[in-house]
């Protein structure tokens, strides 16, 4: 028997610090290709400029790699979907441009993919069967959002950071704590050394709205001042009890937050998506609390890559609703 007829389409995601590409079967990933920039780590965070050229230097290089994995030819590619916003522009255009490259040169259709539409659509990549309606908590370096998603590609944004995302906030309590950047995942590790019953607290911030809302500056803040106030020795001696101490405070008001969602909606499951939500200890306070209603992709789809760009493209074209790329740093949704 014939297989019938495939859909493939190339994702491609260059919003930020990663390049990548994927290649999707209908809505099944054949082959996902993530390159992470390592040149940022020197300087605190990613340099515009430096990322551009380095997109520039690998696009090609991930993209060959995921039609070769995956046996397929450029020219067999049904659609291209490529991230357009929001992001840094010169990282955009490098991811735009090949995108439009292919469209030109073979045909295909293309469509722009808004970069958390690609986290959202994330959660599809392993829960096939995950349907609206279902909340879905943006939790990443740049964005920390809560989405009622009541049909894929229409969203109803809940509430928003004021100030810092929680990735970032992460990374800037790293940075103060001595790790390099991306933070995320060394405040993570170094929480699980602490010693038991410290009792070392950072406040959560309530904002005075009725629905959901998150800050984490004043967080930040909070852990700056009470390093400062302890000094060099002490803080060498309890990094592990500031990162668990600081770690329940994001996770805390993350889940203050969803569990507001989730009454004010009345829609009991949540995705929660985006880098941060790699963290264990979020994972297992999302599960406590929501249980099998707490859906989660793998790290390797949490974190920037091109499967979920891809996905998102696909529930595009299935609507009819491909857009020429246009980018824009700031478009959220
Ligand atoms: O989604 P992502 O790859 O990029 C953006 O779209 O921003 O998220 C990157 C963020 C970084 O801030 C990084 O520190 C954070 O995700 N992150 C983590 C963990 N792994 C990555 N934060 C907390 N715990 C982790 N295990
Ligand atoms: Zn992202």
Redesign the pocket.
């Known amino acids: 028997m014939s297989n019938p007829r495939r859909m493939i389409t190339l994702g491609i995601e260059t919003?930020?610090?990663?390049t990548a590409a994927a290649l999707l079967d209908g809505p099944s990933v054949l082959a996902s290709e993530i390159y992470t920039q390592q040149t940022h780590a020197a300087y605190g965070g990613v340099v515009p400029e430096m990322a551009s050229r380095a997109h520039l230097k690998k696009i090609g290089v991930v993209c060959r790699a995921v039609y070769d994995r995956a046996g397929i030819r450029p020219q067999q590619t049904d659609l291209v979907a490529v991230t357009d916003s929001p992001g840094l522009a010169g990282a955009l255009l490098v991811g735009i441009g090949f995108g439009l490259g292919m469209h030109t040169g073979y045909g295909m259709p293309i469509t722009g993919v808004n970069?958390l539409d690609g986290?959202i659509h994330s959660a599809l990549l392993e829960h096939p069967d995950l349907s609206p309606p279902f909340l879905s908590l943006v939790?990443?370096?740049?964005?920390t959002a809560l989405y009622a998603v009541r049909n894929m590609g229409r969203y109803e944004c809940l509430g928003k950071t004021v100030d810092d995302?929680?990735?970032?906030a992460?990374?800037k309590v790293?940075k103060l704590l001595g790790f390099s950047?991306?933070?995320?995942?060394a405040?993570?590790e170094e929480a699980a050394r602490a010693r038991p019953g410290g009792g070392l607290k950072f406040p959560i911030a309530r904002l005075s709205t009725s629905g959901p809302g998150f800050s984490f500056s004043g967080l930040k803040t909070a852990v700056r001042y009470f390093i400062q106030s302890k000094g060099a020795a002490y803080v060498n001696d309890h990094r592990p009890e500031i990162c668990h101490a600081f770690?329940e405070a994001?996770v805390g008001s993350l889940l203050l937050n969803s569990r507001t969602a989730a009454g004010q909606t009345g829609i009991g499951r949540i995705a929660v998506v985006?880098?941060?939500?790699?963290?264990?200890?979020?994972r297992r306070a999302f599960g406590d609390a929501f249980g099998a209603n707490a859906i989660f992709p793998s790290?390797n789809y949490?974190?920037?890559n091109a499967a979920m760009i891809a996905r998102a493209g696909f529930e595009c074209f299935k609507r009819n609703e491909l857009r020429r790329p246009s980018m824009d740093p700031v478009g959220g949704i």
């Open positions: 919003s930020c610090d990663e970069h986290h939790v990443s370096g740049g964005h995302a929680a990735g970032e992460f990374d790293g950047y991306p933070a995320g995942r405040i993570e770690q994001v985006g880098g941060v939500a790699c963290n264990g200890r979020l790290p949490c974190t920037d």
